[in-house]
């Protein structure tokens, strides 16, 4: 079978990245698990905001986020379970649909460095939107550590 030149995207494909976090370890995890916190840095100005976020944070329990175009031109919602929540180490979970993520986290001094591997997702959405959702949760992390000081 043959595919169209541009469907090179669909392929399924895994991408880990690594960040450092000037923040806390309780900050990072305060981001990573607490519903309001989600929905500030899954926003992303100019192109989607997160609405709604609920969460049943607990090894098991699912969770929901509700998207919506800034254009008003679309509308999602990701929903998915927790895997294994080790806190301030690590947090593991599934999305509808076959995508898994973990994010790992180790103190390092006054910063934490983030491991986050993202599996199940095509190249399209594995690249440039874990890159930006990534970037979010850091800048978003570290602004408010920062406002706490």
């Known amino acids: 079978m043959q595919f169209w030149p541009s469907d090179h995207w669909r392929h399924i494909v ?15 995890w305060h981001s990573l698990t607490q519903p309001e916190a989600i929905k500030r840095w899954v926003t992303n100005p100019g192109r989607w905001r997160c609405t709604d976020c609920h969460s049943d944070f607990l090894e098991g329990g699912y969770f929901t986020l509700q ?6 031109g679309w509308s ?9 929540i080790k806190p301030y180490q690590s947090v593991t979970f599934s999305i509808d649909g076959g995508q898994r993520a973990a994010i790992m ?10 491991q986050c591997t993202l599996s199940g997702a095509t190249q399209l959405a594995s690249g440039h939107s874990h890159n930006v959702l990534m970037q979010r949760f850091k800048d ?10």
């Open 14 to 28: 895994a991408t880990t990245l690594n960040l450092t976090v000037n923040a806390s370890p309780e900050a990072v």
């Open 67 to 72: 998207l919506i175009g800034e254009s008003g």
């Open 76 to 84: 999602a919602s990701v929903k998915g379970h927790f895997g294994q």
């Open 105 to 114: 986290m180790q103190v390092a001094g006054s910063q934490v460095a983030c």
């Open 140 to 149: 978003y992390t570290e602004k408010r550590f920062a406002q706490q000081q």
